[in-house]
């Protein structure tokens, strides 16, 4: 039996309509609902980094096409994978986390944009509160600093984490285990993207 025969193609009628997929859309997605950086994935998906055209800014809608381009930063490295696919594989996954970061694509993670983080991370506990929240951020930033600028005068500003920085950051953590995201219960027909909910 092809695969064709048994393909639920029409679980993906809504995606590939041509009005696209919008926020709400996303949001409806059971698959992130605990997932505390939920916002941030969603914003990822609008991102037009993330469509690898060499366009910034965000849309506003995306099509079937441009989910699965996103989609695709999740996918686990293939074991016959060469050492140079890998490495373009995890670079690739390292940008879209940066990005991720990096909301107003100047280069740099500022204090500020991983203060946003963390306070978004811990705040889903409810137990921590922003000011612990955000000194928790402003310790791991200055843990940071310390380690890309070991010779850093009490005077001297850092401006934050540029990509050099976090690829040096994250080496040695094995990424393709870790970012992935189980969009297995997903089912696309509830999601209504470009149907007109009723
Ligand atoms: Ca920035």
Do not use: W
């Amino acid at each position: 039996m092809g695969a064709s025969q048994t393909r639920p193609e029409h679980n993906y009628d809504d995606l590939t309509d041509k009005s696209g997929c919008n926020r709400d859309d996303l949001d409806r997605i059971p698959a992130l609902n605990n997932n505390p950086i939920r916002k941030q994935i969603i914003t990822a998906f609008f991102d037009k980094r993330n469509q690898h055209q060499n366009d910034v800014g965000s849309l506003d809608e995306i099509g079937f096409e441009q989910f699965l381009m996103v989609m695709s930063h999740f996918r686990p490295v293939n074991s016959t994978a060469t050492e140079e696919e890998k490495v373009t594989v995890r670079k690739q996954k390292l940008r879209f986390l940066f990005n991720m970061h990096d909301t107003d694509n100047d280069g740099i993670i500022t204090l500020d944009e991983y203060r946003t983080v963390v306070e978004e991370l811990l705040s889903q506990s409810g137990a921590i509160e922003t000011e612990v929240a955000r000194s928790i951020a402003d310790a791991a930033m200055l843990e940071v600093a310390s380690t890309n600028v070991p010779h850093m005068a009490p005077d001297d500003f850092y401006e934050g984490i540029t990509f050099e920085h976090f690829e040096q950051i994250l080496k040695g953590i094995e990424m393709e285990s870790r970012m992935s995201i189980r969009f297995l219960d997903m089912n696309t027909a509830t999601m209504r993207c470009g149907k007109l909910s009723s």
